[in-house]
């Protein structure tokens, strides 16, 4: 009898207890090793085959521009990560990576040439509003200088952001334009 009045006490300490603990969440964006709000170029189109295989790391787009007009090249960049909005404005910092196209090229096996900076024009900022998940961006690119059976390609990356961390994957990517 005594035994089980000890097992009855155990089990109720046991029971009452273990509601004082607190869970910890152990994956996702609130967890104690979670990257938390991420900042990323957005899939302008299909990534390219072959083109995020072991050997080549960055994602590759291939899109086609009519030739002779002044075209438009759509890319967004996003707030992933924590599955809110930007909690407040968020400042990303723009650039060109030649030396990302260069390894690509090599790691591609592909010819693609760095477009010429006096044929676009790339803002060297961006501002993703609070409360937003994103922002959309456009790059005039001029393709009267285009060179018949070349496809140029620029190597975005995101240098900065004033809030977060950038996309390990998609904080660099090219793309390649080919005139039609």
Not at 70 to 75: G, N, W
Not at 102 to 128: C, D, E, G, K, M
Request: with cysteine; hydrophobic share 40%; aromatic share 6%.
């Amino acid at each position: 009898m005594k035994r089980i009045f000890q097992n009855i006490a155990i089990l109720f300490m046991v029971v009452t207890l273990s509601s004082c603990l607190k869970s910890k969440e152990l994956i996702g964006p609130d967890a104690p090793n979670g990257a938390g709000a991420i900042i990323e170029f957005d899939n302008p189109d299909f990534i390219a085959s072959g083109s995020l295989t072991a050997s080549v790391r960055l994602a590759r787009y291939q899109l086609t521009l009519p030739k002779g007009t002044a075209s438009q090249l759509k890319i967004r960049i996003n707030y992933v990560g924590t599955g809110k909005p930007a909690p407040s404005d968020v400042t990303v910092g723009l650039g060109v990576d030649a030396a990302a196209l260069t390894l690509h090229n090599t790691q591609a096996s592909r010819t693609y040439t760095l477009l010429p900076s006096a044929w676009y024009v790339l803002p060297s900022s961006v501002v993703i509003p609070s409360g937003q998940n994103g922002v959309d961006i456009t790059i005039p690119i001029n393709t009267n200088n285009y060179v018949a059976g070349q496809t140029y390609a620029i190597p975005l990356s995101i240098r900065s952001t004033s809030v977060g961390t950038i996309s390990g994957n998609f904080g660099t990517i090219i793309v390649a334009v080919a005139a039609q």
